[in-house]
């Protein structure tokens, strides 16, 4: 690799808001807001929307968020272009 072109990589603690979790990794992102972690350092802080720990895929729960009706409206401009199944 060369050198000084590359981010710096340090931990950052991510917190998934959707389920109220917290993960520490190494990131090159950066924050201005910090947390306090169980071992007494202090880490930059992330607040995502979706990980691992709210996903659907990840917990096995499905949920559809249909905001304002799009599906429906999708299928009202569009139409069902596959067939129902018996």
């Known amino acids: 690799m060369r050198p000084r ?3 710096e990589s340090r931990q950052v603690a991510f917190r998934d808001r959707a ?6 990794t190494r990131s090159t ?6 947390i306090e ?3 007494g350092n202090t880490y930059p802080l992330i607040d995502v929307d979706i990980s ?3 996903h659907p895929f990840y917990t096995g729960t499905s949920r559809v968020v249909d905001t304002a ?4 409206r999708f299928e009202r401009r569009y139409g069902r272009t596959a067939p129902a199944r018996p």
């Open 52 to 54: 691992s720990a709210s």
């Open 19 to 24: 389920a109220n979790a917290l993960f520490l």
């Open 29 to 34: 992102a950066t924050s201005a807001r910090t």
């Open 37 to 39: 972690w169980e071992d």
């Open 69 to 72: 009706g799009r599906v429906e």
């Open 5 to 7: 072109i590359h981010p």
